[in-house]
């Protein structure tokens, strides 16, 4: 039998993290593949809740708390308890969200812990030993990877697998923290919350504004349009730089990964550092006066025309005749 | 203040990139440029330097001698000093040994800031970073929009999903940055012209006291086992011409989908 993959959650205002049902749900998957144990981790300062959300995609969960009086717990706290646990523990394979956190946790852990990371796996297959597969480059290279030992650390596109219930409730152990164990030179000084839009990142429908939507007017347009699909905002980054709608909404590079039914793409020309955001939507629509805009090559319905004509008469038209197959 | 801004030489992203052996980047094919995060970065640093007076800024980069033109715009903008990490052993390098490499560097100078990008436009692992300060010691915040220090502490403000959070950290630290630091300066002529004759300090393993069987390639804790071009896509179904008509097009995509089961 392998060792252990366990998979490293989190917990977001006390329940878990949104990308961590279908990352476990992956982690179960492989586990049972691999013949071994799939084990969920959470340490946070109100963990027990989301620990038990996991036990609904886990065998077996694992939890421990932050003592103090702050909710933050820095990654380094973090990965130094992991890696205690690891040490004594010694699972295979560590598997974690390819999040601004889960990276961070990650590169922790594979500095304390020596072991090789695979970033950004859309799957991961087993064949004797873990299989991470993972699209690169601007021309969506098809690539397959694994560790060069038995050990190591994943990190998972966060929406790239749908959460699956496994049907029975985990068993759920407390871990002891040793004194100061999470003790942080890392303070947080101030936490501002309850500003969010819509989260791009498990929306099944998308409609994203870029630069062609053209002024803050404009970006009502991309609203409504939202609103009538039932869809979340996303935009470019020059539409984010513009400050038509907030950096949370970004989709590419430096912004979210999606992978929504429906990626509705208005004045958006498709530059490879935002196509590595949605290339996984399943279905591009994409309004653009520019015909041979690069988009143009990873649409479905690709509509030549100008989005200010066109999307004002498309609210109009739903609102008359709602196409079946919208979500909500 | 000694601040070390961590940049990666990345291939230019104009055209489709070329593998060479055992699926790597051809690093030596291709139009080197600085990580773009990267500039985030220096823009950071050279920012301190302007409000407080003794930033000197050095720039460390793990990559081919052929990395360095692309590299000199940091000079060009107003970065002190560059090192580079260059050693023929350290090709095919993952992204732990290249954060052991450059932890080795950076245990032979000092430093009082260690910056760097979010993460990488070939790599995009995002991990380097947090397991460089681990490697050190030292605390680290990623993802800074903005970024201050003062009292022998770094105070960074950074973006969350439902809002904005302020962290702090004690020096030495090291802090991530991401495009929310916003406009970049561009070089000035003289600063081009400046930077043209300059080298980099250049490194070899010798010199960080690593033997080369302990590093790169003979080291890499991952391989990529194969790599395979795309399904080709359809091509798009292409509309245009009268608006009432292009909407019915578009109604008709989302019902015919049944873009939601
Ligand atoms: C390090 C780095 C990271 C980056 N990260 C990201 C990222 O995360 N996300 C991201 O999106 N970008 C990112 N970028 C920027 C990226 O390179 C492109 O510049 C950006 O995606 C282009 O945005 P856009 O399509 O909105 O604008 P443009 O490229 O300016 O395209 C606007 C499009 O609108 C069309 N248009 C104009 N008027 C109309 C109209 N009336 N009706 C219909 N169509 C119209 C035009 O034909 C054009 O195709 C990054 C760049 C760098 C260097
Ligand atoms: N070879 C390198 N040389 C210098 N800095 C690097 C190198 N690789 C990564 N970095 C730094 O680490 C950050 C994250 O890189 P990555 O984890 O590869 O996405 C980059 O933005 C750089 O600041």
Known sequence: MSGAI???????????QSSGAGVATLVRQLAAAAGADAVGLIVGSEPERAARELAGYLPSVLWARSAGADSFVSPSAQAAVIGRLVAVRDPGYVVLPATPAGRELAGALAARLQWGVLTNAVDVSWDGRPIAHSIVFRSDLKVRSAFAGDHGVITLQPNVVTPVLSGAAGTLEEVAMLDGELASPVRRTELVTGTAAASVEHARVIVTGGAGVGSREGWALVESLAASLNAAVGATRPAVDAGWVGYSQQIGQTGKTVRPDLYVALGVSGEVQHRVGMRMARAVVAINTDRDAPIARYSDLFVVGDLAVIVPLLIERLRETRPSGLPG | ?????????????????????????????????????????????????????????????????????GLSKGLAVGVHNAILVSDPALEGSCALGTANTLAAALRRITFDLILAGADTSDGRAGIVGAAVATLLGIPFITHAGTLAV???????????????????????????????????????????????????????????????????GARATTIVLDVEPPQPRLPARIVAGEPGAVVGEIVEFIAERRIVS
Request: charge should be negative; glycine fraction near 10%.
């Open chain 1, 6 to 16: 366990w998979f490293i959650g989190e917990s977001e205002d006390g329940r878990l």
């Open chain 2, 1 to 69: 203040m000694q601040v070390v801004v961590l940049t990666k030489s990345v291939p230019n992203t104009t055209g489709d990139e070329g593998l060479g052996p055992a699926f790597r980047l051809d690093r030596n094919a291709i139009d080197p440029i600085i990580n773009p995060n990267d500039e985030y970065a220096i823009e950071v640093a050279l920012r301190l330097a302007e409000t407080q007076p003794g930033v000197q800024i050095t720039m460390l980069t793990m990559g081919p001698a052929a990395a360095w033109p």
């Open chain 2, 150 to 216: 003062g009292n022998g502490a770094v105070q960074v403000r950074r973006l969350r999903d439902d809002g904005h959070e302020r962290l702090e950290a004690p020096l030495p630290a090291f802090v991530s940055v991401t495009q929310e630091v916003g406009d970049l300066r561009y070089p000035s002529l003289r600063g081009i012209m400046g930077s043209r004759s300059r080298k980099p300090t250049t490194w070899s393993l010798g010199d960080l006291g690593i033997e080369p069987a302990d590093a790169g």
